[in-house]
């Protein structure tokens, strides 16, 4: 954290971070609250009023961005109230709760700009941003509070001091781009398509989490260090991409009109078929497809698209990712069986590129201080060009491979707070995890038995993992998977899975056609039955090239280059390729006569565990020239 006010905040004085910055004492957060009642009577009395001050004095782990009593006058006065007597126990426990953040400290050395990766006891969002001063920077939190005095370390917790009141707004996504102002244009076809009904959705207010998987797992910790967790809301989420009305002008396109014909030259040419389609209502319409590429069916903050994964691991810098490789998320767009790309360029040191085509260069970046827009469900970004499924972006997705983390396939875990990437652990490393365990339905895309147990790690610094997570299930299972849409082609499907003695054994199947024998997890690469052979050990095949030839004639391929685990406590190796504990399975090559979802299917052999890393799909054309990354 002294290395972080060195770089961030060369002058630490009181003017902008406070005298205390980095104090520590053992007192718990309610009881430093209750000891200043000059500075916080205000917040103690809504403590007390709501009986949170009970939690803030007990065992746990909370991190609270703690309001003055003039910040509180300051909002009683702007909401028309003459006190706190004026405001409803509903309304004071909303404000509580927005300033809030249960189970995590979050020291200001793991701020970055954009938003926290856990959400507030309200579920929503916090963002950081970072403001210039005359002595340096300091940390604006909401884009309206100040943090004046941080970093106050806790026996169960940390406290940020703050100027002003936190209040997250209630509008929708909807409403929440109509009020901006500067996307009219997108926000009149929103409501002629009809789409801004398909972004309504807030809460699933019949989801309740079942007694027995709170009783047996929330909050206990596993045998190797994990948190557990089970979800105790079931909300949805939404993000819109979009371009301002000043990029369409840039682009000649200056009202409705306009956008019909440019939605038309462009998805015309990629759906022929549909080309007679003129209700712009119709899900197959060219505006219709053009609006719905901007959205997504999860709540993704801009540091969520792909940083946060790509530097999953302690607070140190050290990360799963290999650097020398770019790393690729694909995101399901609301445009039916439409895939988005978003990757690093480790060349310009860039995140978030979207739909680059490397030919050509052409790409869509975000507009720096137009993103993070927030809503009660979803949030909203500026582009700095139009984004749309061309006939370009078509071919770049059908002539790579794609990898695809399996978290990445599930919007619940987004939308929850449950895929959050690297982890706020201060200097620490990045575990123990969290490891989720989910009741049946919970997740859409996954039927299971009644026998099966569906679950998640989120990263971990001692997994040998894509992106340091993994999708696990437990028991006699059975279960399917539907993947996000796949563009037609003839691909090689592959399997990334990481095996352990705890593992299973199970039957693997592509849209309900076996793939092969059964898998038997429990055997590392270096089984006779597998054949691994560390590269670099056999002086006739250094580089291990043709092992891989004999690997692929058996079934399985070595893990990509291009990730490595952390702290070996369990697994070592330079990168998973390094290594015979991560192992990829050939499912085998199939023709996709249409851009479709797929389904797979994995039914236990023998009673286990059963681990899920990641999914890749390579075009046939591109196996003679794919590197080991």
Not at 364 to 381: E, L
Not at 407 to 427: H, L, M, Q, T, W
Not at 459 to 485: A, K
Not at 613 to 623: K, Q
Request: proline share 4%.
């Amino acid at each position: 954290m002294l290395l972080t006010c060195l770089l961030f905040l060369p002058g630490c004085d009181s003017d902008d971070v406070g005298d205390s910055y980095y104090t520590f004492t053992g007192e718990t957060v309610g009881g430093y609250i209750s000891a200043r009642p000059e500075q916080y009577s205000e917040f103690q009395h809504m403590l007390d009023t709501t009986k949170v001050m009970g939690l803030l004095n007990a065992y746990g782990d909370y991190t609270c961005f703690l309001p003055t009593n003039d910040a509180l006058f300051d909002f009683y006065e702007h909401r028309g109230k003459s006190s706190l007597a004026d405001f409803s126990l509903d309304s004071i426990k909303i404000i509580v709760y927005n300033h809030l953040i249960k189970d995590f400290s979050i020291p200001s050395g793991d701020f970055s700009e954009g938003s926290l990766s856990n959400l507030t006891m309200n579920g929503r969002s916090i963002e950081i941003s970072f403001q210039s001063t005359d002595n340096g920077v300091a940390f604006i939190v909401n884009k309206e509070a100040k943090i004046i005095d941080g970093d106050i370390e806790l026996h169960n917790g940390i406290i940020h001091t703050i100027d002003a009141v936190i209040s997250p707004t209630d509008n929708t996504l909807i409403e929440a781009i109509r009020a901006d102002g500067n996307f009219k244009l997108f926000y009149e076809a929103l409501i002629e398509t009809k789409l801004y009904e398909e972004l309504e959705l807030i809460e699933d207010y019949s989801y309740s989490p079942p007694l027995d998987l709170l009783d047996k797992y929330d909050g206990q910790t596993n045998g190797i260090g994990s948190i557990l967790r089970v979800p105790h809301k079931r909300k949805y989420g939404f993000t819109a991409l979009l371009e301002s009305d000043a990029t369409y002008a840039a682009n000649g396109i200056n009202n409705l009109e306009d956008l019909k014909g440019y939605a038309k030259g462009v998805y015309d040419l990629v759906y022929p078929e549909d080309a007679d389609i003129t209700d712009i209502t119709d899900r197959k319409n060219s505006l219709n497809r053009f609006v719905a590429y901007h959205l997504l069916n999860r709540k993704i903050p801009r540091e969520f698209f792909i940083e946060a994964y790509d530097n999953t691991g302690s607070a140190s810098g050290t990360s799963h990712s290999i650097k020398s490789y770019d790393m690729y998320e694909y995101l399901e767009t609301m445009c039916p069986y439409t895939l988005m790309e978003v990757r690093t360029h480790r060349v310009s040191n860039e995140y978030d590129v979207f739909n680059m085509v490397e030919e050509s260069g052409s790409a869509v970046r975000f507009v720096d201080g137009r993103t993070d827009n927030p809503a009660v469900n979803g949030v909203f970004h500026e582009v700095d060009g139009i984004l749309a499924y061309t006939t370009d972006v078509e071919r770049m997705l059908t002539s790579k491979r794609i990898r695809m983390d399996a978290a990445s396939f599930f919007p619940e875990f987004r939308n929850n707070d449950i895929r959050v990437g690297k982890k706020y652990k201060g200097s620490s490393p990045a575990y123990p995890s969290e490891s989720w365990k989910f009741p049946a339905g919970y997740i859409e895309r996954v039927e299971t038995s009644e026998t099966t147990q569906f679950g998640y790690f989120n990263s971990d610094d001692r997994f040998l993992d894509y992106q340091g997570d993994e999708v696990f299930l437990e028991g006699l299972y059975d279960f399917s998977i539907t993947t996000p849409p796949i563009p037609a082609g003839t691909y090689e499907v592959r399997f990334g899975y990481q095996p352990t003695g705890n593992r299973g054994a199970a039957q693997l199947y592509w849209d309900g056609q076996p793939c092969g024998i059964p898998l038997d997890l429990r055997l590392l690469a270096s089984n006779a039955k597998i054949g691994y052979q560390t590269p670099g050990l056999d002086p006739s095949d250094l580089y291990g090239y043709e092992n891989d030839k004999m690997m692929r004639n058996r079934g399985y391929m070595k893990a990509p280059s291009s990730f490595k685990v952390i702290q070996e406590s369990w697994y070592s190796g330079s990168s998973a390729r390094m290594s015979p504990s991560a192992l990829r399975r050939i499912l085998g090559i199939f023709t996709f006569t249409k851009d479709d979802n797929h389904v797979f299917s994995v039914r236990a052999a023998r009673e286990g565990e059963f681990m899920f890393d990641y999914l890749e799909f390579v075009p046939i054309e591109v196996l003679e020239f794919e590197g080991v990354d």
